[in-house]
């Protein structure tokens, strides 16, 4: 840690305890008695933090703060990158839910989010403003029965559902077996066993349209069949790897995508020339044909031949609703 995260660290320890030892200072903050004497004489000279040696009990706390003179205060702590999207990510999902009876247990959680964004010395408020998460290509459909979902992916009970396939504009009804909730993408979808077609299949929360909890339990799928099914290949439209995906990128758009991760399994390649391949497994092309599609002519798609021919008869048809 560094030496402001030091400072919080120390002030934490004699808050938490009304005398620490220095060999408990030395054992927490991982550092050298000579490091450590330095950060009490600093945060004491400097900081004028009201830190005393007591002989007696032999360790550091505390004195009352001094009438008079400046009042002792930390520099402000930043977050990581990470630490900051948890933060403004987990007070951004409760500030969206809508008033109900699990306001007044909301509260509380909302309460500690904001003393934890203002522990950097900045208000919360402001943090909202400067800074913003942005949610693209969600869809703006409430899940009506996600409460019946989550009740019998827990309580190990089959589902009826009746899904409307938006591919084909058509309701299918199933009896499925609930193994996992999965937010992708700023949307939900439900990984079920299907006992229709006797295989795994994935549902878009948002495409149920009716729903009835079954009292017959839920077939339970191994956590590793599961792992190996729904998540060997590209996106969400999971499945046994059909083939490997082998994407080429300008020298321009390489600056970019050879930092994005597309696959757990993805293999990449910078070329001699500046430009990058991108080699993935996937099993299902509606999707990866998007994620292509967005970098127009900046990729080409040399492998394999289906995928090829897939891609360019999309790219003839968005060619001719413009020549026509």
Avoid at 266 to 290: H, I, K, N
Wanted: proline share 6%.
């Amino acid at each position: 840690m560094n030496r402001t995260e030091r400072f919080y660290a120390i002030e934490h320890l004699l808050r938490q305890q009304r005398v620490v030892p220095i060999a408990v200072f030395l054992e927490r903050l991982c550092i050298s008695r000579s490091t450590f004497t330095r950060d009490i004489e600093y945060l004491r000279d400097r900081l004028h933090a009201p830190i005393v040696w007591d002989r007696e009990e032999g360790g550091y706390r505390f004195d009352d703060p001094p009438c008079e003179g400046p009042a002792h205060e930390l520099p402000g702590l930043w977050f990581s990158a990470g630490e900051l999207y948890a933060l403004l990510a987990a007070q951004k999902l409760l500030s969206d839910l809508e008033p109900g009876i699990l306001a007044r247990h909301i509260a509380p959680l909302q309460t500690r989010l904001t003393g934890l964004l203002e522990a950097g010395g900045h208000q919360a408020g402001e943090i909202a403003e400067r800074v913003r998460l942005l949610s693209i290509a969600k869809r703006h459909v409430e899940p009506h029965f996600f409460s019946e979902i989550a009740s019998a992916l827990l309580n190990r009970k089959r589902l009826e559902i009746d899904a409307w396939n938006r591919g084909r504009d058509e309701i299918n009804r199933r009896i499925v077996s609930p193994q996992r909730l999965i937010h992708y993408r700023d949307n939900w979808y439900l990984d079920a066993w299907c006992h229709w077609r006797q295989s795994l299949r994935t549902f878009s929360v948002d495409c149920l349209k009716r729903m009835t909890i079954s009292p017959d339990a839920a077939r339970d799928i191994p956590p590793e069949r599961l792992d190996e099914h729904l998540a060997r290949a590209y996106g969400i439209f999971s499945g046994q790897p059909v083939d490997w995906a082998v994407l080429k990128f300008s020298a321009e758009r390489s600056r970019w995508v050879r930092y994005e991760s597309w696959h757990p399994d993805q293999v990449g390649e910078d070329l001699p020339d500046g430009s990058y391949r991108l080699t993935l497994p996937f099993a299902d092309t509606r999707e990866l044909l998007m994620d292509i599609l967005r970098h127009g002519h900046h990729v080409e798609v040399e492998s394999p031949p289906s995928l090829r021919d897939t891609v360019a008869e999309e790219a003839n048809r968005i060619a001719k609703i413009y020549r026509d």
